[in-house]
């Protein structure tokens, strides 16, 4: 049985942890496996998105105890199975079945969306092992919700369930448990036939843009990309398209 899933559908990649007995746990083989596996959905011409999730009740219940030692080699290790999807090219999804816990919180919050069911729970549990966060989760949580939100699950050890990320701005959408995997790829729908380099261009503009940019320099960065997308094929029969279903109502 491998510990992680991979397979490639309608041009979505999906990853799914597969370690139920385990909660989903990041061992060094897991995280060896996560890497590998989002390389290869970056690198093949299809793949338009990646969605994350767990198999079984939990999400990911984060590393493994015995590896969260002093030696820094050991927790980049950990690190890397959330941060290569923190870090992917890609749009990503976690499709948050359970449990995010620790560096599973991380995973969870390093997708660039998340939707999840009413067993989803987002836990820190970062001082309950009298660890300060790691992984850039601060700087990830910040990036997503207010600041009362960030301090209280950061500075007072608080989660969340599913719903009150939904409320939250934590996640998108709440759905039922057996509905959740569909709910992802059916969020992917209107991006699935688009060129990948605009999809690749977006989300690299989009995190540009969430620095403490001047609104002119983010401008000029847009202008750019769009110039650029204008001059693809795919922008030009699409314009030309509508221009035709606009002439054909006059």
């Known amino acids: 049985m491998s510990l992680v899933l991979f397979e490639i559908r309608d041009n979505i990649g999906l990853l799914t942890?597969?370690?139920p007995s385990k909660r989903n746990m990041l061992t060094a083989e897991v995280?060896?496996?996560?890497?590998?596996?989002?390389?290869?959905?970056?690198?093949?011409?299809?793949?338009?998105?990646?969605?994350?999730?767990?198999?079984?009740?939990?999400?990911?219940?984060?590393?493994?105890?015995?590896d969260i030692t002093a030696d820094q080699l050991m927790l980049e290790n950990i690190y890397s199975g959330f941060l290569c999807?923190?870090?992917?090219?890609?749009?990503?999804?976690?499709?948050?079945?359970?449990?995010?816990?620790?560096?599973?919180f991380n995973m969870a919050v390093g997708c660039d969306v998340r939707i999840v069911t009413e067993n989803a729970r987002f836990e820190p549990r970062f001082f309950g092992l009298g660890l300060h966060p790691?992984?850039?989760?601060?700087?990830?949580?910040?990036?997503?919700?207010?600041?009362?939100?960030?301090?209280?699950?950061?500075?007072?050890?608080?989660s969340i369930t599913g719903q009150e990320a939904v409320d939250k701005g934590l996640a998108w959408e709440?759905?039922?448990q057996d509905e959740l995997v569909e709910a992802a790829f059916d969020f992917t729908a209107n991006i699935r036939d688009l060129p990948k380099e605009l999809l690749l261009r977006t989300k690299q503009t989009l995190r540009q843009a969430g620095g403490t940019n001047e609104h002119n320099e983010i401008v000029n960065l847009e202008t750019a990309q769009q110039v650029w997308s204008i001059n693809q094929p795919y922008a030009?029969?699409?314009?030309?398209a509508m221009i035709d279903r606009i002439s054909s109502k006059t």
């Not at 910040?142 to 500075?155: E, F, H, S, Y």
């Not at 030009?236 to 030309?240: F, G, Q, R, T, Y």
């Open 134 to 158: 790691g992984g850039g989760n601060s700087w990830m949580l910040r990036q997503l919700v207010n600041w009362n939100t960030a301090a209280g699950m950061l500075l007072f050890s608080q």
């Open 17 to 19: 942890l597969n370690n």
């Open 174 to 176: 709440c759905v039922k």
């Open 236 to 240: 030009k029969n699409a314009i030309s």
């Open 85 to 104: 999807i923190a870090q992917c090219e890609l749009p990503t999804i976690a499709a948050v079945n359970g449990p995010a816990v620790g560096a599973g």
């Open 31 to 66: 995280c060896e496996l996560i890497v590998d596996y989002v390389a290869q959905a970056e690198q093949h011409p299809d793949v338009k998105a990646l969605i994350v999730t767990g198999n079984g009740p939990t999400f990911c219940a984060g590393g493994q105890l015995t």
